[in-house]
């Protein structure tokens, strides 16, 4: 019988002792029995043994207890960042903020350390802030990895009290300041808050969850943010056919990329992505370069060995980082006979145990690999292995996950198989057979995947965070790239991966009228499943609450599966290319898109009819249209609610007996989603949803602020929090939280029976399989919604020999597509290479595009359909970049262009404090795309206020963006301002303002004033008016401002005081008798 032991090792400083047990000669290592016991118990048929196995790995690779209970609430950063740490404390006077005493808590930190040394604790001193919070500035990390805080106590380094375990406090020991609470291990402690000031005698933090006071910086390498990819698929560079047969000529090869290496380096690209580089079947030269029959050999019909350690140490003396793909599946036919002991097998229509091909366990299989069995932890580190294989020989620092958002994929067991007893009797599979789930359900996901751990407690992938410290171990420049879908971005982040995501492809090409489906493939998508430009807004706000704090992402425009953007976007390609270069995402180029061509050989077919189908990606349907409400009150159980009963689970467990609890049907008990939360149903199709990134400032900031959810302001919302539980598609048995999306062309709900068949079994074997899997959580997927791709269709990927008339067919279709773009209209395909080559440049030049942080800028309702804006921003640059993604095709009323008011009071709200106490300076926009050096707003001089208070009013033409920098005005004095604020509220008091503002809807003359008197103007003194958030857009504020009249206004501005010698002039409320 299972048992959890004792709560001996709650501390972190005990569990990380550096003692070690004695090892008897000849035994394995304690921790490797372990490891591999509880990665065999990831993919246990038992949903409370999984949710405890996905627990304690990310225990036992962290070293600490920190995760025991809770997950740790991550955000990113990168080598040489300069980190900070802030807490808010609970103030019982607002007017009087709470002070700690110094010295009285300090902040450890455990994380790596120098090469070749072992993590270990360091601790860094915790100051108060004005406001009443705590605040740590640490040091630059020296390396990439996992630096995991928490606030602890001077005196032993031990955590503070958790308010939800804390006795009542002694009236006898308010007086000093004591509080009473319990410790880590259950003994009563005495905590004295030493707190200052009327608020002596409070203890601060023992009201406080103690989940705010701890969390995770994951570390990525040093310029990670700054990164550029360039993706080569290597066959295609020097690839040649015969233009009478079709057949191919020439083979790309490692020794043809050569030479384009000092192209890519122009271009701006930091690596060099050589997809399809590894071995493949030597007699199959058609075979699609993901079917690696070894994963640890180059490719020999690419060159070998010896001319890929030619390419590496080539990208390497150029400073880019060289990337291949790492696959998790194999060939199906002729892999190494390493893979053979790790196979898994399922059952096919007929009940013939077969291979079971590689999957995603959601939307597709690829019949021409095979799935390995990652319920073994010999699979793990062969991987491992096999990567730094190929970066010890060939000089590789970085790889690229196929598949990485189902990684490891386990499915669920076959119980009714490996259970089934053989005609005398006896069990026909043996103990290790069941252990390991050699016999599998057909694409069926279980794992980290199918665990609420994961999907709605927030922690981390165990596969991943071994992998990504055993290679920034050894490797501390080593980049991890991983291929993300099903809106799993979240999970692969705080897992260490740099997620490669389609989404922002997907969306545009849904604008377009084309869906770009998982697998590359391209069919017109019908009117009512087409995003908008609301769309982009709706995601990024979402991801605000949903990603990790200051997530990195990388993004595309197009895949080595699917067509270049031309067939793709038409018109919105250029809009696409602006997207990839502004957006803060890493971009990922693929090798020839900035061509002009629109279409290749080795491509997903292109279908130019309307098709509605379940793998149509419909983003809207699932995208909150409003911020998600926040209970503070609620919070989600922890997991460890859940391993609590896991003792009472495994007692009532007896094999071949019935007697066995189902409460842990749908989830493990104690870590189901709190009631404030719902997650989606099975009938959601898996391609429905979202993720998503922010880019982050220096420097980067961790909040543990109470404001916005668990974890802190922008942080990763705990998996339960978000009312779309977009994370994790498998919640089957939920209900969806905003009714059946099934109208909106998305998949059927499947019927999963968890009832077994007693038709094959005998002895009573079906019996027992039935009560082993009563309590198995099975996911929304099935294999009547994974498609098979099969052999014919994956060689479709691969550079081969074609027909004649293939080739024909492709450059009509290309003719066809350059046409219908239009070039007589400026939209010529050949010429926009020369806007890839601008945009690139524009980022590279502004620092706001490759490290700022991104705030969505609110348009006027009647164009966010066609509008797009957003700001990017770093502590000493603002970058404003508006897009219009309609044209007259879309409709006459879209032909001619459009005005827009960008709003940018949100862009203010989230500046640093160096833009903000710079509020009086006169500030301008300036075009960047243009090179302008005159203002752009030329309504006069203004103040950084009045300037993000001020809409601003721009004419955007069909299909086009404008990018605007705020700067500092050239020319301009106060006095000269002074004036002309009052001349500008005069006029407009009078009604008689001009320009693009005279037009605006009713009730924006009064909105001016408000924002004039109310906003614009510097404030001094006690008596000041503080802005208010809503500001005159609420009609009582308006009324109140517009009915003032301009002697009044006039009488206001005369008798104000000039604030700094002068210097700048401010406004504030007119008393009772003005």
């Known amino acids: 019988m299972w048992r959890l032991p004792p709560r001996r090792w709650g501390t972190s400083r005990r569990l990380c002792s550096t003692r070690r047990s004695p090892r008897t000669p000849g035994a394995p290592d304690i921790v490797t029995v372990i490891e591999a016991t509880l990665i065999a118990a990831l993919g246990n ?52 903020p709470m002070v700690l005493a110094q010295g009285s808590l300090t902040l450890r930190l455990f994380g790596p350390s120098d090469a070749g040394r072992p993590p270990r604790w360091t601790t860094h001193a915790v100051t108060s802030t004005a406001g009443g919070g705590l605040r740590v500035k640490l040091p630059p990390f020296p390396r990439p990895g996992y630096y995991d805080w928490l606030v602890a106590r001077a005196e032993d380094g031990d955590f503070v009290p958790d308010a939800k375990r804390s006795a009542p406090p002694d009236p006898s020991a308010a007086s000093t300041g004591a509080a009473v609470g319990t410790g880590a291990n259950g003994e009563g402690i005495d905590v004295d808050a030493n707190v200052d000031g009327p608020n002596a005698g409070v203890d601060p933090l023992s009201s406080m969850d103690r989940r705010r006071l701890c969390g995770r910086f994951v570390v990525q390498p040093a310029g990670s943010r700054e990164s550029l990819v360039a993706e080569v698929p290597v066959d295609q560079v020097g690839a040649s056919w015969d233009a009478g047969t079709g057949q191919l000529e020439t083979r790309g090869s490692f020794a043809a990329v050569l030479p384009v290496l000092s192209g890519l380096k122009m271009s701006g690209a930091t690596a060099v992505y050589l997809m399809g580089a590894l071995e493949r079947p030597i007699d199959e030269p058609d075979a699609p370069p993901m079917a690696a029959a070894d994963r640890g050999v180059l490719a020999s019909v690419l060159g070998g060995g010896d001319d890929f350690a030619q390419l590496t140490a080539e990208i390497r003396r150029l400073g880019m980082v060289p990337v291949v793909d790492a696959i998790e599946r194999v060939s199906r036919r002729r892999a190494h006979r390493k893979y053979t002991s790790l196979g898994v097998m399922t059952r096919d229509e ?3 145990l077969v291979s079971h091909p590689g999957t995603d366990g959601r939307v597709i299989t690829w019949e021409e690999s095979a799935l390995l069995n990652y319920r073994k932890v010999e699979t793990w580190s062969l991987l491992i292995a096999e990567v730094k294989r190929l970066a010890r020989d060939y000089g590789l620092r970085g790889i690229r996950l196929d598949n990485a958002q189902s990684c490891p994929p386990i499915m669920t067991v076959d119980a009714e198989e490996l259970f089934r007893l053989d005609p005398d009797g006896v069990p026909h599979y043996s103990l290790s057979d069941i252990l390991y789930g050699t016999v599998v359900l057909r694409n069926e996901e279980s794992g980290y995947w199918a665990s609420e751990a994961g999907a709605d407690c927030g922690y981390a992938n165990p596969f991943l965070v071994k992998l990504t410290r055993e290679l920034w171990n050894e490797y501390p420049t080593f980049m991890v790239l991983g291929e993300s ?34 697998d590359g493939s391209v069919a017109v998508l019908p009117p009512h499943k087409r995003s908008t430009a609301n769309t982009l807004a709706r995601l990024y706000r979402a991801d605000q609450a949903d990603l990790p704090r200051d997530a990195i992402l990388a993004s595309c425009t197009c895949t080595h599966a699917s067509p270049y953007p031309g067939a793709l976007y038409r018109r919105r390609s250029w809009i696409a290319v602006d997207l990839l270069f502004f957006l803060p995402h890493v971009p990922v180029l693929l090798w020839g898109e900035d061509s002009g061509r629109a279409l290749r050989v080795d491509m997903a077919p292109v279908v130019e009819v309307e098709e509605d189908s379940v793998y149509d990606v419909n983003y809207d349907a699932v995208l909150p249209k409003s911020p998600r409400l926040r209970h503070v009150g609620s919070q989600p159980a922890s997991p460890s609610a859940g391993l609590a009963h896991a003792n009472q689970e495994f007692s009532e467990l007896t094999l071949g007996n019935s007697v066995m609890s189902a409460s842990s049907s749908g989830g493990a008990s ?111 997927s099935s294999s009547s919604l994974v498609r098979s791709q099969t052999t014919d269709e994956g060689k479709r990927l691969a550079v081969r020999g074609v027909g004649a008339g293939d080739l024909e067919a492709i450059a009509d279709q290309e003719a066809r597509l350059r046409a219908e773009i239009g070039p007589q209209l400026g939209f010529d395909l050949s010429q926009i290479r020369g806007h890839y080559t601008h945009r690139s440049l524009m980022r590279q030049q502004l620092p706001a595009l490759r490290l700022g942080k991104m705030v969505v800028v609110p348009v006027d309702p009647s164009v966010k359909e066609q509008v797009f804006a957003f700001a990017r921003f770093t502590a000493e640059q603002i970058v404003v970049v508006a897009l219009n993604l309609k044209d007259g095709r879309d409709g006459d009323a879209f032909g001619a262009g459009v005005n827009v008011d960008l709003d940018l009071r949100p862009v203010w709200a989230a500046l640093p404090e160096e833009f903000t106490s710079r509020r009086a300076e006169l500030f301008n926009a300036f075009d960047v795309v243009a090179g302008a050096e005159e203002p752009f707003v030329t309504e006069g001089l203004l103040t950084l206020e009045e300037l993000m208070f001020r809409r601003l009013s721009l004419h955007l033409t ?36 001009q320009g693009p503002t005279r037009e605006h809807r009713f009730g924006r003359a009064g909105a001016r004033r408000g924002y004039v008197t109310d906003r614009f103007c510097h404030r001094a003194g006690e008596g000041a008016v503080r802005p208010r958030r809503g500001g005159p857009r609420h009609f009582r504020d308006l009324a109140r401002v517009a009915a003032w009249p301009a002697a009044r206004l006039l009488t206001a501005l005369l008798g104000a005081v000039r604030g700094d010698g002068g210097a700048q002039g401010f406004l504030c409320r007119p008393s009772a008798s003005a």
């Open 958 to 993: 069909p299909m086009s963006s404008s990018v605007l920098e705020l700067r500092a005005e050239p020319s301009g004095t106060a006095e000269d301002h002074y004036a002309q604020s009052v001349t500008r509220l005069t006029l407009e008091d009078a009604g008689d303002s």
């Open 45 to 96: 048929m038992h949903a409370v043994v999984r949710e405890a196995a996905v627990v304690l790995l990310n225990v036992l690779y962290d070293g600490h207890a920190l995760q025991l209970e809770n997950a740790l609430t991550p955000a990113v950063s990168s080598v040489g960042e300069a980190p900070v740490v802030r807490v808010s404390l609970p103030q019982t006077d607002p007017t009087q």
């Open 670 to 780: 104690g870590m189901r989603a709190p009631p404030y939360s719902s997650s989606l149903s099975a009938s959601v199709s898996p391609m429905d949803g979202l993720s998503g990134g922010v880019a982050p400032t220096q420097p980067v900031e961790f909040s543990a602020s109470g404001g916005r959810g668990l974890g802190g302001v922008g942080g990763m919302r705990k998996r339960a929090n978000s009312s779309l539980n977009l994370r994790s598609m498998s919640m089957g048995g939920r209900k969806p939280s905003f009714g059946n999306l099934a109208t909106a062309g998305n998949a059927p709900a499947p019927v999963v029976n968890q009832d077994v068949s007693a038709a094959r079994s005998k002895g009573g074997s079906a019996v027992k399989a039935k009560v082993l899997t009563s309590g198995m959580r099975r996911t929304a």
């Open 350 to 352: 007929r009940g013939v």
């Open 485 to 518: 879908h099903f809106h799993r971005e979240p999970q692969l982040v705080a897992s260490g991966v740099v997620p490669h995501s389609m989404r922002i492809s997907q969306i545009l090409a849904s604008i377009s009228g084309m869906s770009l489906r998982r």
